[in-house]
């Protein structure tokens, strides 16, 4: 079983940064993609950005592209994700997960592990 819980949520102002954290537990994580995922009131849990076991390659959603940066430590199995120019929009419980295959690490429904998710909030 893996255990991951998020850290570095909060409210900022348009066009403030976050830098949020996800510290794995329980098993090493570095041949499994890693990636953040988000979900607003009333809509759908969304793909955010994902990264690769080795932290070679990376996959954001169009929305966040130039905007967020993911990363990993492996050494400390924690995972990152870098979050510039915020906008209201971007208000979200945000979620940790853990996959499998980095192929398939964008799809909720191919996510093996969560997080408990962390607020993550912008005012205009």
């Known amino acids: 079983q893996v255990h991951l819980v998020e850290s570095g949520g909060g409210l900022v102002q348009t066009g403030g940064s976050l830098r949020l954290s996800c510290v794995a537990s329980?098993?090493?994580?570095?041949?499994?993609?890693m990636g953040w995922f988000r979900q607003a009131p009333g809509k759908e849990r969304e793909f955010v950005a994902t990264?690769?076991?080795?932290?070679?390659?990376?996959y954001y959603a169009d929305i966040v592209k130039s905007r967020f940066t993911i990363s990993r430590d492996n050494a400390k199995n924690t995972l990152y994700l870098q979050m510039n120019n915020l906008e209201p929009e971007d208000t979200a419980v945000y979620f940790c997960?853990?996959?499998?295959?980095?192929?398939?690490?964008?799809?909720?429904?191919?996510?093996?592990?969560w997080g408990q998710g962390i607020q993550v909030s912008v005012s205009s």
């Open positions: 329980g098993r090493a994580l570095s041949t499994y993609a």
């Open positions: 990264i690769s076991g080795g932290g070679a390659t990376t």
């Open positions: 997960a853990v996959s499998v295959k980095f192929g398939t690490s964008n799809l909720a429904s191919e996510v093996k592990f």
